[in-house]
Structure formats: C-alpha cells, structure tokens
C-alpha cells in the first residue's frame, strides 16, 4: 500500500504598476490593480473555481481521496478583494473534512533564504490569516517554492511546525529515494515529505508537450508510472501549482478530465491510499534523516535558489530589501508595513531573472515586464519609497 | 570563391558606419577563404590592402559611350542628371545646394574614346554623376575581371552592381545598410534616392539587411519579395586597447554620441535630460556630434533652463570619442529609426552601461542593454536613473555588456555570408 499525497500550491503576487523614480515620495500607489484584478478574475474563472469544483465533486464519489493546498496569503487577500466566491469555494471544500491547509509564508517571501526573524514573521501573519479565513491552525508547512534546508526546518520546528513539504532533490538525496519519509538532522520529531518531481513534472511541465514520447498522457498511462516506481517505497508525493488544472492547461488540453479519472482509479485500486501532510505527524515508522545543508527548492534542474538570487540586480534587491527590517519592526504605518511584506514575493526576484530562454516555462507566464532590467529597476524605485514611508 | 564588391568608402577614410562595416566584412570573408576585389570610386593609397585587393575606380579607363549603349540594351536605365542630391545632410542645407546648382553637369565623350573620370568619392554635389559614371566603370570591370559574385553595399553602389551583373551574368548581392526611410524620415523620402535603391533591391539576387527591422522595411516599403531578404547583422571590431575609467568631474555623465539629426532622436535625448535633472542634479548630459539640428537642440536646451548641465562638444573622432566612453556612466542612442547602429557596442566595449532605442537593428542582438522605445521619454529618464542610482545595474551592465559585445564577430557574419553566396551559386 503507498501513501499518496496531492498537494497543490497557489501564489499570485502583487504585481506591481510601472513606478517611475519621479513617483518616488510623491506616490505610494505601486500595485497595479487593473491587473491583479483581472489576472485573479481570470485564474478563478478558468482554474480555481472549476477546479474546486471538480476535487468537491471527487471528494463526495470517492471518499478518500484528500488534497492538500498552500495558499499564499496574499493570494486569498486578492480572492477577497477582486474575487470572494472563491474564498468560499475553498470554505466549501475545506468542509468535506478531506482538505488541509497547510502552513506557508505570507506573500510568497523568500525571507528564509535571508533570516530567521524576517520568516517567521511571514509565518505568524500568514497563521493568523488561515485562522481568520478557515479557522485552522496548520502543523504542516509547505515554504516558498518548497524551498528548504536543515536550519529553515529547525526554525519551523520551534515555530510549531511537525512536518515539511519539500523538493526530493537529486544532489542532496544521493542514493536515497524520495519515496520513504525522512526527518531533520538535528531536530528529528520535524518529518519531510518529498515531492517525487519526476512524477509531478509529468503532469505540470510534460502534460502538453507534444515532443515527449509519452505524449498524449492519459490518466491510464499515469498510473501505470506510478505503479512502476519502487513498490517497497511507502510515500508518493506529487506537488504542483494548483494553476496547472485550467491555466497552465487549458480545459481544453482535456487536464481537467485526466484529474477526474486518475482519482478515481487510484482510489478504486487497492494500492493506494491518499494521505494528507498532517497525517504523517503521528506515524511511528523508523525513518532515516535528510541533511540539506544549503537551501533547496523546485526550481529547474539545478533545485537551488539561482532563479531568484542568481544574478547581482537580484542580490541588490535582496538585500536591500531586508536592510528595512528595522524600520518594519519599529514602523507604525500600517500601508508601508504591508507593502514591505508584498515586495518579498519570490515573483518580483523571478522577473529579474537573468537566465535567459528560461526553461521554467510553468513560472514564467504572467511576466509584466519587457525585460530584467525594467522589473529591477521598477522594483528598486517602490522600494525606495517604501523605505521612505517606513521612516517616517 | 571570388566576389567583385562595390563599395563607396573604406577606412581609414570614411564618413559613417558603412565604410567599417565594409571593411570588417571582406576581412571575416577572407577568413572563410573567400577572395574579395574591393571597388571604390577613389582610394588614398593607405588602405589596409594586405587581405584584399582594391580598385580604384579612378584609375580604370573605360569606354563610357560604348558601355552606355551596351547597358541600355540590357535595359539598364541611365537618368538624365540635372537633379542633384547628397546624402547624410539635413534638408535645409540640401535645398541650399539645390538652389545652386546648374544643370551643365551632363557629359558625353565621342565614341571608342576611353577616359577615366575622377571621383571625388565624396557625398558630393555631383553625387549622381558619379554614381552612373561608377556603374560605366563597373561594365569594365565586369568585362575584364573574373569572379563568381558580385555584392554591392548601399544605394551610391547599386547602379554598378546592376551594370557588372547585365555584362557578367553573375548573380548579384545588394546590402542595406541604410534606408531612405531612415535617412530622411516617412515623410520627406527622396524620390530618386528611393527608386534607385528599389531597383537595385529587385535586380539583386539576394537582398542583405543589417538588422530584422531593416529586412522588414525592405519587404514593408520597397516591395521586395521576401524570401531572397536575408538578415546580416554587423559585427565589430576592437583593437586590444584598454579605455581608461575616468571620473573628472564629480557629477554623473550621460552621453549622446551620433549625428545630431533628426532621424537620431536628440529632442528626445534633451527631453530626458530635463526629467532626470528635475530630480537629480548630481548628474550632466553630454551631447557629441554634429548635424543639421544641432543650432536647434542648443536652443532647445538653453530654452529649457538645464544648459548649465547639458553640453556639446561638437563632432568627436578617434582618441576624443574614447576619452569621453571613458568618463561616461550612461551612453544612450534614441535614434527614431536605425538601421544597425554601432556606436553602443563601441560604448559597452569601454564597459559603459547602454540605453538604446527600440526602433534600432542592435537592440536586436544585444542581451545587456536597456531597451526603450524613442518617444518614451519617462522609461529613458527611469532607466538612466535606475543605472545611476542602482549599483548593481551599472557593475552588471559594464561588465556583461563588454563580453556581450567581444562575442560578435565579423567572422561569424561572413560565414552566413558565405552560405547565401553558396545559395546562389548552387554550390
């Protein structure tokens, strides 16, 4: 019997407008909301709300099944404003009992990549929100692009966290396999679960590919990957951008049915069972550790932070951004608090990226800007007035 | 593989861009054994002849009223010269030399006569005289030399490329390096310019663009089919010569450097020089150059209240021009139309930090230039602040932007070069 657990991530930034440096102490106006609104509006009507539906729909055919979801805070702050069904949706769906909430950051931050105090205050503000959205309080923790390392996991773990959703990278497993349940090195009681991201990739990167040779992928097909893989490994682990049902695959490509079907053949078959973050917590096996010495995350082949802090203008960026922490912490202006916490979102430090003909094709949709240079320096010139505003 | 090339001018004599492009091109095609006859209407005896051979077209003796009527058999059209034109000058001076000039410059020598004609090589008053003498001196050389190709640069070279491709029967090759749109704008498009330069780009075999934008301006404006329209981007070549930082003043410098035209932008470059220096004083803008506008951006920019930080220096050549890269922090070209446009490579190749138009053919190739488009002055004013007031833009720019541009090579484009003579001679 294998354990497998969905779980499905959903961040969309606020975007920022163009924010020109004659804006800067003038304007505190940086969000676009034209954009955010319509992008959030089009991302309910084509993924989250259909989608929603469809997992509601499977949850009552077939009981067992159970998804988990981390929704950026922000994200649901923008559900709130621009779009509230589907705020309720979520409610909706969270009733069935067969849906976790796991822990994340606020806005998407790359805070633990900086420091401890930055994320956990991520981490704080984005409990009290599933708090006040769904009245829960998360014991699993799914991180920014499940980026992960040894000191990040110690962090959660006095931060009340018990189990870590995080990438099964090749270079830091080794021979080990991402299929057995590991824990942290120096704080054992925090348990990782590792995304099988060859299995995750089929559906999120592949799905359309037409040059692949497995294409077109059928729910049939899929499970007979799954039934390939190492029998004797206890855990499956697939994670991805809750975007790929709908956005990153139109309805058209047909995702929405191979969603439909591959549950309900995995939960016909008797070697599966659906599991969910949470549920690890209390299992009593005897599990080896994992030992991330530097941070990992899903980005590329690479699992490392180079899509975000690859290059000098990010670096800048980074820390500068960080160097107002200070100011945060002893700052009374609400506005320029929260905007602080906006500009963390991984996507700003993304769309500096300059790996150029990115391969990350899933994240490089939705990029406002013509070029890196014009997202650093648009993002630079906000900063500068909300460093401003956090001074005053 | 041997080429028979019509040019107009060939370093170190040279008024533009067209003469260097020249140069480094037959040179990348000597490399990839292709043998270059270089043609030009007259030569200072110190061209740099070591790889290829070069004609002086001053020197061949033709017989004009013999390959006059050969020619016209073969369709090829000779206008009556009593119109005059010069390119690279502004309207105003043009209409100037207009109102000047006499039309006696029409000539005919007695048959079985052969003479020589003297070129000025100059993009003189007697510009038209010369272009259709050159195509007469290119018969002759098509008659008593031999080769497999025959590739013609810009308009002033066309009639000869058409001329030695009529007497040969080999195929021919025009390359654009400029444009009449680009030259003088949608609307001011001289008329003889713009036929001369059509008939060439449809007598050719295959038609050589600069840039993909210059390539769709040929498709787009002339009517050129476009499957024999292929893209050649330039390349450049640095000597091994280390510019010198230097920091003279303590203000930032932005710099303009390019003829002072209207086709090159410089109202747009003033106008963000005063939306930079509205916020910013710690700053001066530099304009280098000369043309016919400049009496007019002086004015502009003293009307503007800013000219205590905006300067001219006029037309800048050789160790000048390095010495002002070399305390420049920003270079920008915001030119409203442009073919190639070397001089960023130039600037980013003394490591300077590049801002260039969108409606240029090198904002094609390069990685590591902001790109804006010309009239969007709050994007140019917000990029020149983001590269003075942001590190990490400058040191990334500077440093990636001068192994940007030492990766383009003329090799590389003779190579491509080479492939679409290979094309046409079903090799």
Known sequence: MKNICFHFQINQPYRLRTYRFFDINKNHDYFDDFQNSYLTNRLAERCYLPANEMLGKLIKACPEAAFSFSIAGSSLKMFETYCPQVIDSFKELFKTGRVEFTGSTLTHSLASLHNKSAFLEQVRLQETLLKQFFDVKPSSFCNTEIIYSDEMGEWLHEAGYTVVLTEGAKHILGWKNPGYLYCNPFCTELKLLLRNYQLSDDITLRFEDKSWDQYPLTAKKYVDFLNGIDHTAPYLNLYMDYETIGEIHPKESGIFDFFDTLIHLLTASKNYRFILPCEVEKSQEKISTMHAPWPISCSGEEKDTAEWLGNEMQQEAFEQLYKLEPLYLNSTNAEAKKNWLRLQAADHFHFMSTKWLPQSAVKRNFDVYPSPYKAFINFMNVLNDVKIELEK | ?427
Not at chain 2, 114 to 125: A, V
């Open chain 2, 1 to 427: 593989m041997k080429v028979l090339m019509f040019g107009w001018e060939f370093p170190p004599h040279i008024a533009g861009g067209l003469g260097t492009a020249c140069y480094g091109l037959t040179k990348g095609l000597t490399q990839h054994n292709v043998e270059v006859i270089f043609v030009m209407p007259k030569t200072f005896g110190d061209e740099d002849q070591s790889r290829i051979k070069i004609i002086n077209a001053s020197e061949v003796e033709f017989d004009a009223r013999y390959w006059k009527e050969h020619l016209f058999e073969h369709q090829v059209s000779f206008i009556e010269i009593n119109s005059q034109l010069v390119p690279y000058i502004g309207l105003d001076d043009y209409y100037h030399i207009i109102n000047q000039l006499k039309s006696d410059v029409f000539q005919s020598a007695e048959s079985g006569q052969k003479l020589r004609y003297q070129f000025s090589g100059r993009y003189s008053e007697n510009l038209l005289v010369e272009v259709q003498n050159y195509a007469l001196v290119a018969a002759e050389l098509a008659h008593t030399q031999t080769f497999d190709i025959i590739h013609a640069h810009d308009w002033l070279t066309y009639k000869a490329g058409i001329a030695a491709q009529q007497i040969s029967g080999k195929p021919l090759v025009v390359h654009v390096h400029a444009t009449e749109f680009d030259r003088s704008g949608e609307h001011n498009i001289n008329d003889i310019v713009y036929a001369m330069e059509r008939e060439g780009m449809l007598a050719a075999d295959a038609v050589c663009a600069v840039s993909d934008f210059t390539r769709h301006i040929i498709i787009e404006k002339y009517g050129v089919p476009e499957e024999k329209v292929f893209t050649l981007h330039n390349a450049v070549e640095f000597g091994n010569k280390e510019i010198k930082r230097t920091r003279p003043l303590k203000e930032k410098i932005v710099t303009f450097l390019g003829r002072v035209t209207f086709q090159k932008g410089p109202e747009y470059f003033v106008e963000t020089a005063k939306k930079v220096l509205k916020y910013d004083n710690n700053v001066r803008f530099v304009m280098a150059g000369d043309g016919d506008q400049i009496q007019h951006i002086i004015e502009y920019a003293a009307e503007s209240g800013i000219a205590d930080k905006f300067h001219f220096t006029g037309f800048l050549q050789g160790d000048d021009i390095e010495t002002l890269f070399g305390m420049s922090d920003v270079y920008v070209m915001p030119s409203i139309s442009e073919p190639f446009g070397i001089s960023p490579l130039e600037a980013m190749s003394a490591g300077v930090p590049v801002i260039i138009s969108k409606q240029s053919g090198v904002s094609e190739i390069l990685q590591y230039a902001i790109k804006v488009d010309f009239w969007d002055v709050d994007a140019m004013a917000d990029a020149i602040w983001g590269i003075l007031h942001y590190p990490a833009l400058s040191e990334m720019f500077s440093a990636c932007g001068k192994q940007e541009v030492h990766q383009l090579q003329w090799a590389n484009t003779a190579a491509r070069l080479k492939e679409i003579y290979k094309q046409l001679l079903h090799l």
